[in-house]
């Protein structure tokens, strides 16, 4: 589908035709006729607001007094401006060039596999919806908790695979414990242990669906000469209570692979992991250390990114942003790769050019001029991005992510300050008079042919 | 061209494989590897592509406290789920069911407006002689790149004036007047390709203006109309802006009544993701239908 029907629809803007005589001779009355709908429409519509935007934008909020350039001075002050000033230069800069970057690489790759035209259906499919739903959508995906959102929950699993996560968070010592937190989350015994000595280190608070797995009933230590042994569980069982405070219950289930260490002067002389049951032991090295539960076995589990935190609000925002609209780019940019001509590749590759250089050397600059447009019209449609920010940004960190035409639209209908969302207009239509001038032009020849 | 038998692997290439001489065995599993990556990459992309869909559907099929409790994937485990509760709720509620009918009643008008007005003038440009034609016609192509963004605050205080804001003809004005650029630069393109002798034999018929216009010109329009109306159609149906600002709680489409839930987006899942699905069930129809004009309209778009 998308590869052939493109190639068929570059045909607009064709010449018209080479005699300006009208066929039927018309007058100028009927023509008139013709036009005055779309004309009446266009200027109420269109031109006039031009007008009055520009007009309004030199008066003060009330729009009685005349407030010069003080509008536009609120462009580069205001502080809700600046920052929507300074995301749409990232907008602007990185939003285009991603889209028609990804929309390059899969119109070449598509072509090398047969069901490319499902793949490109599939891609393009996004701009065929609203904004609101792929705004709630991607709502659904950034979703901050990992067992929700899509996104932190690959996020965390490829964190997790790599870091290890730790066993036992937000346990710590209960009533008239012999630990006392050491800072850094760790947690140390108040008095040091000798050699033959048996220690106790219990704990409360992990709770039971996220003990370890393999956690057994807590046994408790077994004096050895020469050695310290010890035994670190979960003083607590659920239903149950404490039981015997501080000494180890039947029912109360060891902490598994808990790490500690032997600390003597500052200095780890010797570690140990716990077994199934709670049980370690340290050697005669240990002997006068104090016995410390290092923090690692404490951190929260790792919870993802804050996607739509202040920091990431922007690139999550326009991560959406270039899933609706590298289809686009792909789809154009097909198009361009179809009118190539073929020989010229079949030629190169005779030559003995790889694939990379095929790309870099001949696919890209003969594309470039669709390459520029796609990225024009993507500058130009991301200068007015409103929907997705003001979506999926929630309220807490909407001034983040905030872009001009949010911007426009909040100090103008929620402010109540039309002259400076005047100005705001003005300045985005500026930022378009270049295309408009080089739409215009290039229209000229063709239509003077 | 893309899918026809020309370049269709990647793989070592299928014509005449014997005539390869040149190529080592070597640079054959080279490339067999590269194929079997641009195939790993390109279904993992697709996978990128689909799954937020996907999720948004899934989330709309599952009761609202087993989506506070985890994650649409969930249902792949436990199917018992699955329950079109959220949408019998969804559709019993008077609110969304009447703004989906304003969507229609925005979206059907202003598609057909643009079309009418858009034709009779493009029918202008390409055929008829006036003073100043060309001119008249870049001016309106210029306009084409002007942002809604600038008409907002002007129009919102015209229609005030006239006693139309917040109504539905308000909305469907505001889009036919952004929506006319694009359709008189499109129409008049094609026009001006009908041949011309065409119209000089209907001429030695005697026909008119008005009745060149309906019985020659517009039966050949057929595609350049179907790639505007599917355009505008979709860009009309899928509008929050314009609707949020023009549009009361009467008149509201069903952009407007979704956004107005997600504010509280962990609370009321069970409204939007069934509510975004059914919002998005008849553009993706019309997509799937008429992707052919869809695509040719977006590419004559290309500056909007």
Same mark, same amino acid.
């Given at each position: ?68 350039? +003080? ?13 929507? =000033? ?22 070449? =790759?598509?072509? /090398?596999? /047969? ?19 792929? #705004? ?39 009533? *008239? @414990?012999?630990? *006392? ?56 069982? /659920? ?12 029912? *109360? ?11 003597? +002067? ?29 923090? @690692?076995? &404490? ?20 991560? @959406? ?5 590298? #289809? ?30 095929? &790309? /870099? ?84 020849? *063709?239509?003077?042919? | ?30 490339? %067999? ?7 790993? $990459? ?7 592509? !689909? ?24 249902? $792949? ?6 329950? $079109? ?5 969804? !559709? ?20 057909? !407006? ?12 390409? %055929? ?7 001119? %008249? ?47 008189? $630069? ?48 979709? %860009? ?21 009544? !979704? ?46």
């Amino acid at each position: 589908m998308a590869s052939d029907t493109a190639a068929g629809a570059s045909k607009t803007a064709p010449a018209a035709p080479r005699s300006r005589k009208s066929v039927t001779g018309t007058r100028t009355t009927v023509a008139a006729l013709f036009l005055l709908p779309a004309l009446v429409l266009l200027g109420a519509l269109v031109v006039y607001p031009i007008g009055y935007s520009v007009i309004r934008s030199f008066y003060d909020q009330s729009g009685d007094g005349f407030a010069g350039l +003080d509008n536009y001075r609120a462009l580069f002050t205001d502080d809700g401006i600046r920052t929507a =000033l300074k995301n749409n230069v990232v907008w602007v800069v990185f939003a285009p060039t991603v889209a028609t970057a990804l929309g390059l690489v899969f119109a070449v =790759l598509t072509e /090398r596999v /047969r069901w490319g035209t499902a793949f490109k259906l599939v891609v393009f499919m996004p701009m065929a919806i609203s904004m609101l739903a792929a #705004g709630i959508i991607f709502r659904l995906v950034y979703d901050q908790d990992p067992d929700k959102g899509v996104a932190n929950a690959v996020w965390v699993g490829v964190h997790d695979t790599f870091a290890q996560s730790s066993a036992f968070p937000k346990a710590h010592p209960g009533r *008239e @414990s012999p630990l *006392e937190p050491a800072g850094g989350g760790a947690f140390v015994t108040k008095g040091t242990v000798s050699a033959g000595d048996t220690v106790t280190l219990p704990l409360v608070g992990v709770a039971p669906d996220v003990m370890p797995d393999d956690a057994k009933p807590a046994a408790p230590p077994e004096p050895e000469a020469d050695r310290i042994t010890g035994t670190t569980w979960q003083d607590f069982t /659920r239903g149950k209570g404490v039981g015997t405070l501080n000494g180890v219950d039947a029912s *109360e289930l060891g902490y598994a692979g808990m790490r500690i260490e032997a600390v003597k +002067d500052g200095e780890v002389v010797e570690t140990a992991t716990a077994g199934a049951d709670g049980t370690f032991s340290f050697s005669a090295k240990a002997d006068g250390a104090q016995l410390r539960l290092p923090g @690692s076995n &404490f951190k929260e589990p790792y919870n993802g990114l804050d996607w739509l935190g202040p920091s990431l609000v922007t690139p999550a925002v326009i991560g @959406s942003y270039v899933w609706m609209w590298a #289809g686009f780019a792909m789809v154009l940019i097909a198009a361009g790769l179809a009118g190539m001509p073929r020989e010229l590749l079949e030629a190169a590759r005779v030559d003995g050019a790889n694939e990379w250089q095929v &790309f /870099r050397r001949i696919t890209v600059p003969l594309l470039a001029p669709v390459l520029a447009v796609v990225t024009v019209t993507l500058m130009i449609n991301v200068l007015k991005v409103f929907d997705l920010v003001f979506i999926i940004a929630p309220g807490s960190s909407q001034d983040d992510a905030n872009v001009l035409a949010l911007e426009l639209y909040r100090k103008g209908f929620a402010a109540d300050q039309p002259g400076i969302a005047s100005a705001i207009a003005v300045f985005l239509l500026l930022l378009v008079i270049p295309v408009m001038w080089f739409n215009v032009r290039r229209l000229r020849r *063709e239509v003077r042919r | 061209m893309s899918t026809d038998a020309g370049s269709v692997t990647g793989a070592a290439p299928p014509p005449a494989p014997a005539a390869e001489d040149g190529r080592s065995l070597g640079s054959r599993i080279v490339e %067999w590897v590269n194929g079997g990556l641009v195939r790993v $990459f390109l279904v993992v992309v697709g996978l990128f592509w !689909l799954v937020p869909t996907i999720g948004l559907f899934l989330a709309s099929l599952r009761a609202p406290q087993d989506m506070a409790a985890d994650g649409w994937w969930k249902v $792949f485990t436990e199917p018992s789920q699955l329950t $079109f509760g959220a949408y019998e709720t969804l !559709l019993e509620n008077d609110d969304i069911t009447g703004s989906l009918l304003n969507t229609a009643y925005i979206t059907v008008p202003s598609t057909v !407006l643009v079309v009418v007005i858009g034709s009779l003038a493009g029918y202008a440009f390409a %055929w008829m002689e006036f003073p100043g034609r060309d001119w %008249w016609f870049l001016a309106v192509v210029g306009l084409l790149v002007v942002p809604v963004q600038v008409a907002l605050i002007p129009i919102a205080e015209l229609f005030g004036g006239i006693g139309i804001f917040g109504s539905l003809t308000g909305v469907v004005l505001f889009h036919v007047g952004f929506g006319l650029p694009f359709a008189v $630069f499109l129409l008049r393109n094609f026009f001006a390709e009908i041949p011309r002798e065409l119209l000089e034999a209907a001429r030695l018929d005697g026909a008119g203006e008005l009745r060149l216009f309906v019985r020659v010109v517009m039966p050949l329009a057929g595609p350049a109309i179907a790639a505007l109306g599917i355009f505008q159609f979709l %860009w009309v149906w899928n509008d929050l802006l314009v609707a949020l600002i023009f549009s009361d709680a009467e008149s509201q489409p069903i952009t407007v009544a !979704l956004q107005t839930q997600v504010r509280q987006f962990g609370n009321n899942i069970d409204v939007l993701a069934p509510g975004a699905f059914i919002s998005m069930v008849i553009p993706l129809v019309v997509f799937f239908a008429f992707q052919r004009q869809f695509v040719s309209g977006v590419m004559a778009g290309a500056v909007k």
